[in-house]
Every structure is written in structure tokens, then in C-alpha cells.
């Protein structure tokens, strides 16, 4: 079952992507050499619970595992879901932060991908092209046409760069459950999969690797990394459907203004 949101509902989670595109920025400024993902968990953490509001992520339940921490943190090879813990991070790392924020009823889920210092030219242009990759689908999240249209042109737009888009995990809608239907995926064919309707909130995010397109998930059952190590990158924003034109209900400016300053991450 797809759930239209009304106007009131779409300012609700428009509110809590303020917050979260905020809480990314505060994790932001923490990420350098020495610093453990364990800390920039806790970093978000705090930041979410002093705004009122709950990290989505925290205590998610799947099958009969529940997931401990408030982001997903994925370095280097992992694609997404990479557990929080005492991995320092160092110089010519690239980290994926994702992350969500529940208040009022409603959840926000947005990612971004950093890279630490100095990067060879290969992985910073896949987290440039990624990036762009993600706008490309939101520019179809248009009333009117079809999930295969958002597929489409981020698979089209990546693969022109010889990327491998990986398959099995998808973009998803948001709303009262932080995974709700439709399914969103990044590859697939214009004019396919269901329509595209106004109030429809959908999170559409690229998981795009270096090398090949295929995963393999570690043994702790939440980490999934490139099936050849090569490194993955991964930006996300929440979206409603618009009548002529998506709108974004969450935020990467507060990250921006991050990265005009910072000395270490790179601004992608």
C-alpha cells in the first residue's frame, strides 16, 4: 500500500530533514584521522535526542536482529549498513553517513558520502558522479511518470561511467514506517514499475560501486561491502512527488557550509 501525505504531513518531515541535515553537519565536523565511527555515532545520537526527536535507525528491527546504533557508517568498500565501533578513520578514506530522524509521527532519511584528505582521482570522481547520479533521479520524481523513470537515469547516467549499480538494495518511501512502498530502485527501464503520484514520499539513493556491482554481506549480518573491495559511495535525500517537480524534504546545505570551512574532508 502507497500512502499519499497531505500538505501538513509534508511539512512534518520536511521539519525533521531540517534537523537531520543539521545532525549531519555536526557529525561532519568531527570526521577526521583518529576519530572512531563509535564517536560519531554517539556525535549523532546526542544531537538527535537534544532536538526531541528519535534516530530511525536505533533499534530498527529486522527478522529477529535489532540494529544498535543511530547511523549506518560505511567505509571504503562497505556499501551500506557498516556497524559503528572502534575503526579510527585515516587520510584517503571515503565514510558514507546515513542516517534518519523520527518526531511527530513522521521519519526523514538522508546519506552522504565524505572523503578524508587526499582520494585518488577515481574514487573522488565517484563520489562527484554518485552525487550528481542522485539529482538525475530526482529531477523524474515528477507526477505522472514511473519508478522505472528514477531507476533509469541514475542507472544511465552511472553506468556511462563504467560504475557497477548494485542491485539489491533500493530506495524505498518514507513516512509513518521509515520503509514504506514503493520500492525505489537505481537501475531499471522508463515507463516500468508503478506511477508516480503527487504526495508520494519516496527516498531515492545511489549505491554505486568503483568495480563491479555485486555485494557480499559479513558475517555480522548487517555490513554489506563490494564483492571486490573497491570502494562504494552512496548520497541519499527524502522527496515528495510534485505536480511539476519534486520537492526535497531533506537537506545537504548545512553539510555544504561544512565543507566550505573544513580543512580535511573534501568538498565533493
Known amino acids: 500500500m502507497i500512502y499519499l501525505k497531505t500538505p501538513q504531513e509534508l ?131 515528477v507526477a505522472g511518470k514511473r519508478i522505472g523513470d528514477i531507476g533509469s537515469a541514475v542507472q544511465t547516467y552511472t553506468e556511462g561511467f563504467g560504475y557497477g549499480v548494485v542491485r539489491e538494495l533500493v530506495g524505498h518511501g518514507v513516512g509513518k514506517n521509515l520503509h514504506e512502498s514503493p520500492e525505489v530502485p537505481n537501475y531499471g527501464r522508463r515507463g516500468d514499475g508503478a506511477k508516480l503520484k503527487e504526495g508520494m514520499v519516496i527516498a531515492i539513493e545511489p549505491m554505486v560501486n568503483l568495480g563491479k556491482r555485486q555485494i557480499t554481506v559479513d558475517k555480522d549480518g548487517w555490513t554489506i561491502r563490494t564483492v571486490d573491495r573497491k570502494a562504494s559511495a552512496h548520497f541519499e535525500h527524502t522527496v515528495a512527488v510534485g505536480k511539476n517537480e519534486a520537492l526535497q524534504l531533506t537537506t545537504f546545505s548545512y553539510i555544504e557550509e561544512v565543507l566550505k570551512t573544513s580543512t580535511v574532508l573534501l568538498n565533493i
Do not use: M, W
Not at 15 to 40: D, F, W
Not at 80 to 104: N, Q, R, T
Not at 106 to 112: E, G, K, P, R
Open 11 to 141: 511539512s512534518i518531515i520536511q521539519a525533521n530533514g531540517e534537523i537531520l541535515g543539521k545532525c549531519h553537519a555536526e557529525v561532519a565536523k568531527a570526521i577526521q584521522p583518529g576519530v572512531s565511527t563509535l564517536a560519531l555515532d554517539k556525535i549523532a545520537y546526542q544531537f538527535i535526542k537534544d532536538h526531541d526527536a528519535h534516530p530511525s535507525f536505533l533499534n530498527y528491527q529486522v527478522g529477529d536482529k535489532k540494529y544498535a546504533y543511530s547511523l549506518c557508517i560505511s567505509v571504503n568498500d562497505v556499501v551500506v549498513h557498516g556497524l559503528p565501533g572502534s575503526l579510527e578513520l585515516k587520510e584517503g578514506d571515503i565514510i558514507s553517513i546515513d542516517a534518519g530522524v523520527y518526531k511527530d509521527g513522521f521519519h526523514a532519511d538522508s546519506a552522504y558520502t565524505y572523503a578524508i584528505g587526499q582520494v585518488g582521482e577515481d574514487v573522488g570522481n565517484l563520489l562527484t558522479r554518485t552525487k550528481e547520479s542522485l539529482y538525475q533521479g530526482i529531477k523524474q520524481a
